[in-house]
């Protein structure tokens, strides 16, 4: 799967293409999400669709703490419970 960093050149991709964008914000040290990566990020089929569908972001929330608490609260307001719960 093709993975971008939180950054500019991500959105405006997303912009260009007229794409939404797919952002993963799990911890990188939980199990979890390595089974998850491992099962659905890596499979080629499911790669080939995220690709051809998103502009798929990740970010790691303890390397970047500043960029995911806004990333949160929408997922709190959109859900109602914090991510990874």
């Known amino acids: 799967m093709d993975w971008y960093p939180w950054n ?3 959105f405006a991709r997303a912009r260009v293409e ?3 964008i797919f952002l993963s ?3 990188a040290t939980l199990p979890l999400v390595h089974v998850m990566a491992h ?3 890596e499979d080629p ?6 690709n051809d569908a ?3 972001i990740k970010v790691d929330r303890e390397s970047a703490r500043t960029s995911t ?3 949160m609260t929408v997922c709190q307001m ?3 419970a914090a991510a990874g719960r």
């Open 69 to 71: 608490s806004s990333n």
């Open 45 to 50: 089929t499911v790669a080939a669709l995220m």
């Open 25 to 27: 914000i799990g911890y």
């Open 8 to 10: 500019d050149e991500a």
């Open 78 to 80: 959109l859900t109602g």
């Open 18 to 20: 007229d794409r939404p």
């Open 54 to 56: 998103f502009v798929n």
């Open 39 to 41: 099962e659905s990020f």
